[in-house]
């Protein structure tokens, strides 16, 4: 069985305030996104669980990997067989773009299908919300609001189809716990429902994502890149969750962009 886990935007991410448990409440939207990882998953012939990679390098060991964190979850509640998962990874990681997490997400969806587990979409959601806050927002994988931890959601109406979107990354690597640290929460609620209605135009001054003003100070190349792609006509800019990646929405393609070197780069349409 072979699927296509994809990537999210946060389209706006404000930290509204701190939790009694430690963590945030915020507010954003989660916009899926086209640029995809491949996984498969196929029962094994032996007694052993495997997990192989190919595609962008990710650190760690295999405990730590949310595919078998995912395999792991289910294998507790359910007879799950031993099975091979090859991962190849397209969506870069330390980016704010969740690829991790939809990776989590489509093992629990790949194995429920594969092994007919007859799990619902909400008891789905309740499993992957135990591996990342955004982890949830896969199961169905359509634009929401997403509240509180991030794992709370609302299902809003965007279409940006007819625009170009393009996502670029420094080589650089942004924690997000050492971003929660930085961040300077606002102590507000926002409205963020009424500010995603606006014309797209208004966003540059209205959609704001919280992490950026910290983040860019640590890593200035990440502003640059935002400026570059407003330099290019971009209709809106801004960095995706705690970072590094930046994505831009364009009505025209952008041309012969001069990013950084050894940067990752990727468009939903042929540039």
């Known amino acids: 069985m072979i699927a296509f886990p994809n990537c999210k935007i946060n389209l706006g991410l404000y ?11 915020i507010k954003t939207v989660f916009y899926p996104v086209e640029l995809k990882d491949v996984l498969e998953i196929i029962e094994s012939d032996t007694s052993d669980f495997s997990l192989s990679m190919s595609g962008i390098t990710v650190n760690g060991d295999l405990k730590s990997n949310l595919c078998f964190k995912a395999y792991s979850l289910l294998k507790n509640d359910f007879q799950l067989p031993a099975v091979k998962i090859h991962l190849h990874k397209a969506i870069p990681h ?22 007919n587990l007859h799990l619902h ?27 509180e931890k991030g794992d709370v959601f609302e299902s809003i109406e965007i279409d940006l189809n007819a625009y170009h979107i393009l996502i670029v990354k420094p080589n650089v690597f942004v924690s997000t716990p050492e971003a929660y640290q930085w961040v300077k929460a606002r102590n507000e609620t926002i409205d963020i ?8 135009r208004n966003w540059k001054d209205n959609l704001i994502n919280d992490f950026e003003e910290s983040v860019f100070k640590k890593y200035p190349i990440i502003a640059s890149v935002k400026e570059l792609l ?3 006509d971009a209709v809106y800019a801004s960095m995706s969750g705690s970072g590094a990646a930046v994505f831009g929405i364009f009505k025209e393609a952008p041309i012969s962009l001069p990013l950084p070197e050894d940067c990752f780069c990727w468009s939903n349409k042929t540039l």
């Open 15 to 25: 930290i509204e305030n701190k939790r009694n448990d430690g963590f945030h409440n």
């Open 94 to 115: 330390g980016a704010g773009l969740g690829g991790g997490s939809s990776d989590a997400a489509f093992t629990i969806k790949m194995l429920n299908s594969k092994f």
């Open 121 to 147: 979409k909400e008891q789905m959601q309740y499993y992957a919300g135990k591996l990342g806050s955004d982890c949830a927002f896969f199961i169905e994988n359509k634009a929401v609001v997403a509240e």
């Open 193 to 200: 429902k009424s500010i995603i209605k606006q014309p797209i």
């Open 230 to 232: 407003y330099e290019n």
